[in-house]
């Protein structure tokens, strides 16, 4: 059973930077490789909302208002993914997790303060 843990997040000040990580296990019969992966956070009070992304055969991107700020690269000898965050605003306050093909992790909070 795929397992997605995620890890690096605390509470940081406006202006820092995080790399979030993402560790995977469990990918017996998965080819790591061959799975599209992303980032996607939930700040307080709104929906689910996508931040970085790797389709298969397709550079990786950030998307939306994180565009230019945040960078998803992977490891694909040691099957984890990583998000880096930089130049960090109290609206990047959220929940941030993982996915690999189907699979999602539990979150690791980033909270962003004055």
């Known amino acids: 059973q795929v397992q997605l843990v995620e890890s690096g997040g605390g509470t940081v000040h406006v202006g820092e930077s995080l790399r979030l990580t993402c560790t995977c296990t469990?990918?017996?019969?998965?080819?790591?490789?061959?799975?599209?992966v992303g980032w996607d956070r939930r700040a307080p009070g709104k929906e689910v909302g996508r931040v970085a992304k790797?389709?298969?055969?397709?550079?990786?991107r950030d998307v939306g208002s994180v565009k230019g700020r945040f960078t998803l690269s992977r490891d694909d000898v040691r099957n984890t993914l990583y998000l880096q965050v930089n130049n960090l605003t109290s609206e990047d306050t959220a929940l941030y997790f993982c996915?690999?093909?189907?699979?999602w992790g539990q979150g690791t909070q980033v909270t962003v303060s004055a």
């Open positions: 996915s690999l093909g189907t699979s």
């Open positions: 469990g990918l017996s019969g998965v080819v790591f490789t061959k799975q599209r």
């Open positions: 790797n389709d298969i055969g397709i550079e990786t």
